[in-house]
């Protein structure tokens, strides 16, 4: 089982708990399995153009079997990957992974996408924070997202976790550095407008 001190690479690949959303949608938070490329295959051509663009930064084609073979097969040590899933069928709607260079790293970066029905529904702001919290019983003190300038949601949505935050902007994107090591606060939930509108006075 997961403590509240320690995340092991063996009690990740097993994370599974059930929630709510802020919204009141109910989902599912689990670790993501080899066999679940064949979802993320099936969901691929129902992500629109600006979804793929937000997370990529360009539009890609669709993954092949083999790429998402080793998308979905992690090492936990390494590789924080959870997946939302919603229904009575649990169907995948979201997925995020924290990565880390070596297992004792406190470092890690972020990576998030929301199937397009769900955005705007809480699921990307509970799977983040439920990556944040993992993140650091896994040993986290650090998080790193690269987000497109134009993603508000994801630059608010990061800002809004309450943690110490700084966003350095360069050519077209931020570069969000986060504390998780601290606990969140309200003090930290500062007014997205105003932080945006200081950083782009800045730049």
Same mark, same amino acid.
């Not at 995948?92 to 470092?107: F, N, P, Q, Y």
């Given at each position: 089982?997961?403590?509240?001190?320690?995340?092991?690479?063996?009690?990740?690949?097993?994370?599974?708990?059930?929630?709510?959303?802020?919204? %009141?949608?109910?989902?599912?938070?689990?670790? /993501?399995?080899?066999? #679940? !490329?064949?979802? /993320?295959? #099936?969901? $691929?051509?129902?992500?629109?153009?600006?979804?793929?663009?937000?997370? $990529? $930064?360009? @539009?890609?084609?669709?993954?092949?079997?083999?790429?998402?073979?080793?998308?979905?097969?992690?090492?936990?040590?390494?590789?924080?990957?959870? @997946?939302?899933?919603?229904?009575?069928?649990?169907?995948?709607?979201?997925?995020?992974?924290? /990565?880390?260079?070596?297992?004792?790293? !406190?470092?890690?970066?972020?990576?998030?996408?929301?199937? #397009?029905?769900?955005?705007?529904? %809480? @699921? %990307?702001?509970?799977?983040?924070?439920?990556? &944040?919290?993992? %993140? !650091?019983?896994?040993?986290?003190?650090?998080?790193?997202?690269? @987000?497109?300038? =134009?993603?508000?949601?994801?630059?608010?949505?990061? !800002?809004?976790?309450?943690?110490?935050?700084?966003?350095? &902007?360069? =050519?077209?994107? $931020?570069?969000?550095?986060?504390?998780?090591?601290?606990?969140?606060? #309200?003090?930290?939930?500062?007014?997205?407008?105003?932080?945006?509108?200081?950083?782009?006075?800045?730049?």
């Amino acid at each position: 089982m997961v403590t509240d001190e320690i995340l092991t690479a063996d009690d990740a690949s097993r994370y599974y708990k059930r929630v709510h959303t802020h919204k %009141g949608v109910e989902v599912a938070i689990r670790a /993501i399995r080899p066999d #679940d !490329k064949y979802e /993320i295959l #099936d969901i $691929f051509p129902t992500l629109s153009q600006r979804t793929l663009y937000m997370r $990529f $930064f360009r @539009v890609i084609e669709a993954p092949s079997l083999e790429s998402l073979t080793r998308y979905t097969t992690v090492d936990f040590a390494t590789t924080l990957a959870f @997946v939302v899933t919603k229904g009575p069928n649990q169907n995948i709607v979201a997925a995020g992974r924290l /990565i880390r260079a070596t297992e004792h790293s !406190k470092v890690a970066e972020l990576s998030c996408l929301v199937v #397009d029905h769900y955005q705007h529904q %809480g @699921v %990307g702001n509970t799977l983040v924070a439920d990556l &944040f919290q993992s %993140g !650091k019983a896994w040993g986290v003190e650090q998080v790193i997202a690269l @987000v497109h300038s =134009e993603n508000h949601p994801m630059l608010r949505l990061l !800002k809004n976790q309450g943690y110490p935050c700084e966003m350095l &902007f360069d =050519e077209g994107e $931020f570069t969000v550095t986060l504390d998780i090591s601290q606990p969140p606060s #309200d003090e930290n939930r500062t007014s997205y407008r105003t932080t945006m509108a200081a950083m782009h006075q800045a730049v």
